[in-house]
């Protein structure tokens, strides 16, 4: 899969957007991004997904720039509930149907 | 909301036997994964299954492990002679299609913990 880079940790305060970078400079055309998180030991949860465009449902929005090297993942208000290591995976079509997880970014929300 | 499930939750047994994990995919896909994450460790893909076949392995998913799928609803991954690097979690996924666009569920996950 191309690779992503994602800070290893980041704070954000309850009730505050909390902004997840994500770096994929050698991500190529039909390649999405798929922010993905996992809470304590919990099974990954799918968060969303996107290819080009800006990306909105009722979780998070997913901003890509236009350039696609890098995206940012948006949880508009924080909740102690988000606190989780959230995943940034590129999904690369020459690697098959499987998903690659790197370390993510562990995010604290606090009070 | 439809979703992947999982049993048992945890499982506990000696090293050389043998254990099935069982998955239950949402019924309406095709495409079935297992990964497992090591305590403290990345999650790592071991196999896709599609059509009642392997569709790609990783090099983890070595002769001590098999997948089937027994019935229309049942998933399962065997452990053929578990040894103590096998205790890990491992967590069952499907997907409608296999394309990079279709998104992967994942249930809960089965800890496993070889003795």
């Known amino acids: 899969d191309a690779k992503t880079t994602q800070p290893p940790s980041m704070d954000c305060a309850e009730g505050r957007a909390a902004n997840l970078p994500c770096n994929h400079s050698t991500i190529s055309g039909n390649e999405y991004v798929y922010w993905y998180r996992q809470i304590h030991s919990q099974g990954p949860q799918y968060i969303i997904h996107?290819?080009?465009n800006n990306e909105t449902n009722e979780m998070a929005s997913l901003i890509i720039t236009e350039d696609r090297k890098s995206s940012t993942l948006i949880l508009p208000h924080a909740t102690l509930r988000d606190t989780a290591v959230y995943y940034c995976i590129v999904r690369v079509e020459a690697a098959g149907n499987k998903l690659t997880f790197g370390g993510g970014t562990r995010v604290l929300v606090k009070p | 909301e439809p979703e992947v499930t999982q049993t048992p939750s945890h499982q506990v047994t000696q090293m050389g036997q043998e254990v099935i994990l069982r998955c239950v995919p949402i019924s309406n896909h095709l495409y079935f994964y297992w990964y497992r994450q090591i305590l403290g460790q990345k999650v790592e893909f071991l196999v896709s299954?599609?059509?009642?076949?392997?569709?790609?392995k990783s090099e983890i998913f070595d002769d001590q492990f098999s997948v089937e799928r027994p019935d229309g609803s049942n998933f399962t991954l065997k452990i053929r002679s578990t040894k103590l690097e096998d205790s890990a979690m491992y967590f069952c996924?499907?997907?409608?299609?296999?394309?990079?666009?279709?998104?992967?569920?994942f249930g809960p996950g089965t800890r496993l913990t070889v003795l």
């Open positions: 996924a499907s997907s409608l299609s296999g394309g990079e666009w279709d998104t992967q569920y």
């Open positions: 996107g290819l080009k």
């Open positions: 299954f599609y059509n009642n076949e392997i569709s790609e």
